[in-house]
């Protein structure tokens, strides 16, 4: 049998390979469970197999509408243990994250703080700490400092995870998903980008190198007045969205675009979420809304909904995030998730090596771990 997308995805994952031959003789997490929460695909079974080499057991289960069959039958086959199946539906997706803590791991690495959340409904001793890779999850976590007091590290805190992955990686991810899942043109149509941090750059700036017109939308006046000087058009919210053909959320907050915005958008117009969580674009609102005359659900998760006076209004992936649905859902580059996980790893492995304490609740990664992968990374492409 050939080789397949998976072992291309770790041939590539040079950080983690070294890593992974590393913790193979330094073994850091002998003897502790790690408890995981995160997107199951190709770059992620790289990530777990690397903290298994260093002695993990691992219980896993995947994200709303992003897990991969092949990625979950790989990792079952290398021996981790992975909860559940691919699923939209956010009461059987809870099901799962409460069998991963119902083995009271010792290390969580979570995605959108779902885990460390469920944790304290239902606290059991033992627990060291983790990672927590999203700006969602932080939001959602550092409300809840005084109660979980233990270190967790934010990965999406880090300047690398910022440029490489958000910046360069989602924007990049945002375009190509839009292309394959669509296969509609992006040259001259306007574009509106919700949300100006890490991510939304990488979005309005591959949208503005696919030849889009694109503008931006951001609560923020001092964000909003960086987009205006980076070159794109900053009209009020309203107006943004009349105009748009298409619209991509990416801002890590609810309801940015509800049931009350159908009369602003024009006839085929395409929606489209690029953050972690499927509740920037009330999907289920728009659906069962009074204005929606019929739908029609094609293949590769493109919903139309039809109004009744006969706009048409698209919906990619319901609301998730679509850059990891669609037919051959492929996500961020090797490259930049390489980086991303390699920090991961080696926060994890400082949290089980008690390098950080309690003072280091739901903060940034530690700045000598950045230089390390930093480092790293460069001597790989300049050795010598």
């Not at 390979?17 to 502790?32: H, Q, S």
Request: charge should be negative; hydrophobic fraction near 40%.
């Amino acid at each position: 049998m050939g080789s397949t997308r998976i072992d291309w995805v770790r041939e590539h994952c040079r950080l983690l390979r070294d890593i992974a031959a590393e913790f193979g003789r330094t073994r850091p997490f002998d003897g502790l469970t790690i408890g995981t929460g995160i997107h199951l695909e190709a770059k992620t079974v790289a990530l777990l197999l690397t903290l298994r080499d260093g002695g993990a057991r691992l219980i896993s289960t995947g994200n709303l509408n992003t897990t991969q069959p092949d990625a979950v039958q790989r990792l079952r086959a290398e021996g981790v243990t992975v909860i559940g199946e691919p699923t939209k539906d956010s009461k059987v997706h809870a099901g799962f994250l409460g069998q991963v803590l119902a083995a009271e791991p010792d290390l969580i690495l979570d995605n959108g703080g779902d885990l460390f959340a469920r944790y304290l409904d239902s606290p059991y001793p033992g627990l060291l700490g983790g990672t927590e890779e999203t700006t969602s999850g932080r939001m959602r976590l550092e409300p809840l400092r005084g109660q979980l007091r233990r270190p967790i590290l934010v990965i999406n805190d880090s300047p690398i995870k910022q440029f490489a992955e958000n910046e360069h990686a989602v924007g990049q991810s945002t375009v190509e998903s839009f292309l394959r899942m669509t296969n509609r043109v992006t040259n001259g149509e306007q574009v509106t980008v919700f949300g100006y941090g890490a991510c939304g750059r990488g979005v309005a700036a591959n949208f503005r190198g696919a030849y889009a017109r694109v503008s931006v939308v951001d609560v923020d006046p001092v964000t909003r007045l960086r987009a205006h000087l980076d070159g794109f058009s900053t009209p009020p919210r309203d107006t943004a969205v009349a105009d748009a053909d298409i619209i991509v959320t990416v801002t890590g907050a609810r309801n940015v675009l509800t049931a009350a915005d159908l009369p602003l958008l024009r006839d085929g117009v395409i929606l489209a979420n690029a953050g972690h969580f499927p509740a920037e674009i009330d999907a289920a609102a728009l659906i069962g809304a009074a204005e929606v005359a019929d739908t029609t659900e094609y293949a590769d998760d493109l919903l139309t909904l039809e109004l009744r006076d006969g706009r048409r209004v698209h919906l990619l992936a319901r609301g998730h995030m679509f850059n990891l649905a669609g037919p051959r859902p492929l996500g961020n580059s090797i490259e930049s998730m390489d980086l991303g996980f390699a920090l991961q790893a080696r926060c994890l492995e400082a949290v089980a090596r008690h390098s950080v304490d309690a003072t280091s609740c739901v903060v940034p990664v530690p700045g000598a771990i950045d230089a390390a992968i930093a480092h790293a990374y460069l001597d790989r492409k300049y050795p010598g």
